[in-house]
């Protein structure tokens, strides 16, 4: 049960009538829908009720699932806000955020799962992904030679539930 004041009924009223595209994407950004297609794990577009895989090709243009979910499930923070493509540095403090979400909401979604989240910043760009890890395949960075990725600073997070979440 939700119950709200007069203040509140109004100020909730004009999300209706002054909706900005921006904001409300930003919303779906920070805690967006996860699906899981053929084995994959990916955010849902708005448009897409189903979706549907075509593994041959995803395996030819990828190499394996982790490479099509670390393509197919990425965000540049300069195309979020022209904000953070003027200020690069307040885009990569907003995609922390985003990575912090999105192990929470991945977690809540899949906890049988366990998934790598990366953020890369490129100095006028960050960006954020992720995969599931998979036991046959590697990740898509290699979390032990981090140091060895000259061009970009790279962040990454394992989400998955305490192993005593899960019954072990």
Request: hydrophobic content about 40%; overall charge negative.
């Amino acid at each position: 049960m939700k119950k709200t004041n007069q203040k509140m009924h109004e100020a909730l009223s004009r999300i209706q009538v002054n909706r900005f595209q921006e904001h409300t994407e930003l919303i779906e950004l920070i805690w967006p829908t996860f699906i899981e297609v053929d084995g994959c794990v990916i955010i849902q577009k708005d448009s897409e009720s189903e979706r549907k895989l075509n593994l041959d090709f995803i395996l030819s243009q990828f190499g394996d699932r982790t490479g099509f979910e670390a393509a197919e499930s990425h965000v540049h923070m300069r195309d979020v806000s022209k904000f953070f493509e003027e200020n690069p540095i307040e885009g990569l403090r907003f995609a922390k955020k985003v990575v912090s979400m999105w192990a929470a909401k991945l977690k809540l979604d899949f906890p049988n799962y366990r998934f790598l989240i990366i953020l890369t910043f490129h100095g006028d760009d960050s960006i954020v992904r992720f995969h599931k890890l998979r036991n046959n395949e590697p990740l898509w960075v290699n979390i032990e030679k981090l140091e060895n990725y000259k061009n970009e600073g790279i962040l990454v997070e394992i989400a998955h539930k305490p192993l005593n979440d899960l019954g072990h």
